[in-house]
């Protein structure tokens, strides 16, 4: 998962990326990049670290232009490497830099195709260079340069790309250009403001970076959609993909997205309270009886559903644990050690809380289930009678395939487990779950704007199908001990 932003202004567009990546910081803290177009070239810098890291007012200066795209990178696919930052680049045709959130599954085809097919060479292990490399020789069939050529040349990249993935690219000589999945996997919106000189627009990730630069939220771009903004402010948008299934990523709403966002005309935070609700009715039914004391949320993305499944329950909302603010989050740590190292330093517990009580924790969603092992133990040694730990999310069983970092079965705590075996693995006295379709369900919200989604790291179920060997690829590719290796040579 990696935030991506792109604007065209009327007038130097740098500070804006850089405070719209701000934002989307939580998207990715593994790396950060920045290009813009000035007159004839592309100016481009990134690097390793946190935004505020990667840029200093040297390089602020250098990236001049008024169309410009930025990206902050978290590892899934490629290595850690700094080669591995975006955006990437190239020449021909035309000059052309590329950010991308998501990931390919037909990336080693393609790779083959790219070299032998369409002569091009690719430096790294990142499905992001491979993509810039398709549209490229996309582009270059279209012998022109028009907004109608950029389309066309998408069109291709969704007839031979396969995954879920959200693009913004700049083209010398043109503007910029974004599009997004036939599935509509990957989230991307669009806007636009106002000036004294005419339209500026902006397409983002989330729609709170163009919310915190002034950008009215116009709309989603739609699955299978090109927009291309020229450098002068004109907008060309057509779907140029066939009609497939819309099944945008239920986890940018478990997880991922800052809950201030809109995503599919869809409010993260209400998405949130909704959960809490099916939880807490949930709980209900299974424990009319129960004996909690408090509720308190691990922090931080759990706090809306877990206020409401309070509320639900009639018992009290605390906050237990105290965040240290300088710590990422332990999710999109690169490995499971420093996931381990990570945890104890991030949360400390106010034993006031706790002691004496039965207690009700509740979390977005268990993965690994390295951090809520912890957690529990932290519950326990700060005196709590009983520790409960409850999931805004179900059981997660399967890997994620689409660009979030669930990339070996086996490192998942839920995988081949029954409910009761998590818990005697986490160590907590009951574990509940939320139902897949109460997730869905609460997704989707009263007004049903959304029908189907794509949930395959719960139900196994992926909108563009899987090759037979794919899952033992990516697992010598991505998994913990893969990335170990890598990292140790």
């Known amino acids: 998962m990696c ?11 740098a500070a804006a990326l850089y405070d719209g990546l701000t934002v989307l910081q939580h998207r990715g803290q593994d790396a950060a990049g920045i290009a813009t177009v000035d007159g004839s070239r592309i100016r481009i810098h990134k690097g390793n670290g946190l935004v505020k890291d990667v840029f200093g007012e ?19 696919a ?27 599954i037909n990336t080693e085809a393609l790779r083959r195709q790219v070299f032998e097919t369409d002569r091009r060479n690719i430096n790294t292990e990142s499905d992001s260079e491979v993509l810039l490399n398709v549209f490229a020789h996309e582009l270059a069939e279209q012998h022109a340069l028009t907004p109608q050529a950029a389309i066309a040349a998408v069109a291709g990249v969704h007839r031979r790309c396969v995954g879920g993935y959200a693009v913004v690219s700049v083209v010398l000589g043109l503007g910029l250009v974004a599009f997004r999945d036939p599935h509509g996997i990957r989230p991307l919106v669009l806007g636009r403001r106002e000036t004294a000189d005419g339209f500026e627009y902006a397409v983002a990730s989330e729609s709170v970076a163009l919310d915190i630069l002034g950008f009215q939220r116009l709309r ?41 966002s809109m995503i599919e005309d869809v409010s993260v935070h209400k998405a949130r309270m ?18 909690i004391d408090v509720v308190i949320p691990i922090p931080d993305t759990s706090r809306t559903s877990a206020m409401e499944l309070a509320n639900v329950l009639g018992v009290k909302y605390r906050e237990g644990f105290i965040k240290n603010r300088y710590i990422g989050r332990t999710f999109i740590m690169p490995g499971q050690g420093e996931r381990v190292k990570s945890v104890r330093r ?8 706790f002691k004496d009580r039965v207690v009700l924790l509740v979390d977005d969603s268990i993965v690994r289930g390295t951090t809520s092992r912890q957690i529990i133990q932290m519950a326990r040694d700060a005196g709590a009678r009983k520790v409960y730990l409850a999931s805004a999310a179900p059981p997660v069983r399967y890997p994620n395939v689409y660009g979030i970092d669930m990339p070996a079965a086996e490192e998942l705590v839920a995988h081949g487990r029954s409910e009761e075996e998590v818990q005697s693995l986490l160590g907590c006295d009951w574990l509940v779950y939320q139902d897949i379709a109460d997730l869905e369900d609460a997704v989707a919200g009263p007004k049903r704007r959304l029908t189907t989604f794509d949930s395959s790291c719960f139900t196994g179920r992926y909108v563009t199908g899987i090759e037979p060997d794919y899952f033992e ?5 991505r998994s913990d001990e893969a990335k170990r290796k890598r990292r140790a040579s």
């Open 58 to 76: 040297q390089h602020m200066r250098l990236l001049t232009g008024r169309v410009g795209i930025g990206h902050c990178r978290y590892p899934t």
């Open 274 to 291: 909704r959960m809490g609700i099916k939880l807490g009715e949930k709980i209900q039914r299974l424990r009319p009886d129960h004996d």
């Open 78 to 104: 490629g290595s850690e490497g700094s080669d591995e930052a975006q955006p990437f680049y190239v020449n021909s045709p035309y000059g052309i830099a590329l950010a991308h959130n998501g990931n390919l």
């Open 473 to 477: 690829r990516i697992r010598q590719q």
């Open 346 to 353: 991030k949360l400390n517990p106010i034993p006031l809380e």
């Open 220 to 260: 989603d771009v739609r699955p299978g959609e090109c927009v291309v903004v020229t450098a002068r402010g004109d907008l060309h948008a057509e779907v140029c993909a066939p009609p497939a299934e819309h099944a945008p990523c239920i986890f940018e709403y478990v997880y991922f997205a800052r809950p201030d």
């Open 3 to 13: 935030g991506i932003i792109g604007i065209v202004g009327t007038s130097e567009v």
